[in-house]
């Protein structure tokens, strides 16, 4: 899961819920001091939320970016129901269309098309709702997400967390998982508030919502030749090491994708997180690129 380094909110950000033609969503919402060059939305990856932007907030309102961070339904402050089917790749692929179309037009927006990010889990989710209706988007950035399923040794850490899902309240898993953490990433290293926000948002996601995109991380098919048929201006950007995919595979499919490449040095799977400014220059440069409109 991404670690914020921080969960204070810049001056440039607010957090209120977004309404949507299916509900409302948690949103962190950064805006410029000046004129908007282009509005993104930020959608987070398995287990994650809005928070883990938190440090692309400022750098990216500064360069004249609207930044909207969303929690899923049912991750973290977004309600979601008790139901699986609620949590398949298509009705979250609706969910994003819902959210760029608030932010486009329904919510005190531009009316310009929207640069959708999608990150880990999220990428696929964004894919989804862009193979699904391409017109409300301005670009696409797949960041640490890959073409299909997640690498195998990922794969038998997330089977072996769904099958705890399935038989153990919320609390048990999560004291399970702090046990198989690396002894070479102690808790002293994340500062306390963290640490419990991070407890916290993992009580408040809905164990259906993780049983079913768990399952989709195992199962999802490579949709890449789809994608690429669309014609979005596509960025695939990644940390120079990560768990899920390797960064091999995803450079093979920026390749297919032909798309803009960026990998930030010193990053994991967490970019954004892990050096958000080097990120969010990243991003800078392809949206102004990207254009909108």
Not at 61 to 72: I, T
Not at 109 to 119: I, P, S, Y
Request: glycine letters at 10%; charged letters at 25%; proline letters at 8%.
């Amino acid at each position: 899961m991404s670690t914020p380094p921080t969960l204070t909110l810049p001056a440039c950000a607010r957090a209120y819920p977004l309404e949507t033609g299916r509900g409302r969503f948690a949103v962190h919402d950064a805006r410029p001091d000046g004129p908007v060059r282009g509005t993104a939305l930020l959608v987070p990856g398995f287990t994650g939320s809005k928070e883990d932007f938190i440090a692309l907030l400022e750098p990216l309102a500064a360069a004249g970016f609207r930044v909207v961070a969303v929690d899923g339904r049912g991750q973290h402050e977004s309600p979601g129901p008790a139901d699986p089917g609620a949590y398949t790749r298509e009705e979250l692929g609706r969910d994003v269309l819902a959210q760029a179309a608030a932010l486009a037009g329904e919510d005190g927006g531009d009316g310009r098309r929207v640069h959708v990010l999608g990150h880990s889990l999220g990428g696929l989710v964004v894919r989804e709702a862009v193979l699904r209706d391409a017109a409300p988007f301005a670009s696409l950035t797949l960041m640490s997400s890959g073409p299909a399923a997640i690498a195998e040794a990922q794969r038998a850490r997330t089977r072996m967390l769904l099958d705890a899902l399935a038989t153990l309240d919320m609390e048990s898993v999560w004291q399970a998982m702090r046990r198989l953490d690396p002894p070479e990433a102690p808790e002293s290293a994340t500062p306390a508030e963290v640490r419990e926000f991070l407890h916290r948002r993992w009580l408040n996601t809905r164990p259906e919502q993780l049983r079913a995109t768990g399952r989709q991380l195992l199962d999802e098919p490579d949709r890449v030749a789809a994608l690429a048929a669309v014609g979005l201006p596509v960025h695939v950007l990644s940390g120079e090491t990560d768990y899920a995919w390797p960064v091999p595979l995803m450079d093979a499919m920026a390749a297919r994708l032909s798309a803009r490449r960026t990998v930030v040095e010193g990053a994991g799977h967490s970019p954004n997180a892990e050096r958000p400014e080097d990120t969010a220059e990243a991003l800078r440069a392809f949206w102004l690129g990207a254009g909108a409109g």
